[in-house]
């Protein structure tokens, strides 16, 4: 009898519990897709991928943290929404520190925003390089937004035009 191994169809990599919900490689949904083939068939299977470490980038807790950090690739509208998130945190932040003391001085609100700009950017130039790596670039060309007009074209790249199809040396 040979054994069944599911493939991701969003990455294409191998998965050998057939109860997984969820790809182990991409963290992509498994559930209502039609992706078993045999073993027998498959010459590309990953078994690094097949025991998953809790102290990995790929475990549960590392998930959400890992979505923020520089690693991998990230689409168009993962890249927007994040962003969108970002700016709508900082709303909220705004908001709960105007309710929480309504009477701060302008002086208190600059310091507060000067503290709070560079993580906020940080964050921001993390996106942009894992946007930068779906189009197969390194992290490098960030350097790029530093020149004025040609970072509004490179904004305009990275927020309309699709990335590449298929791996790239940027996927985990």
Known sequence: MTART????????ATVDTEDKFCRSCGSDLVGTNTERSTAHASTRNFASDVQSPNTLESKPWKVIRHFLP????GRVSFLLTIVLLYGLVF???????????D???E?????SDVSTVPLVLL???????RLHDFGRS????????IPLWSLFELFKLIFIRGNKGPNVYDD
């Open 6 to 13: 599911r493939y991701c169809g969003k990455c294409g990599r």
């Open 71 to 74: 690693i991998g690739r990230s």
């Open 92 to 102: 909220l932040a705004g908001a709960i520190v105007g309710f929480l003391n309504p």
């Open 104 to 106: 701060i001085t302008d």
């Open 108 to 112: 208190e609100i600059n310091t507060i």
């Open 124 to 130: 921001y130039v993390f996106q942009m390089v894992k």
């Open 139 to 146: 992290a490098w060309n960030i350097l790029l937004f530093l």
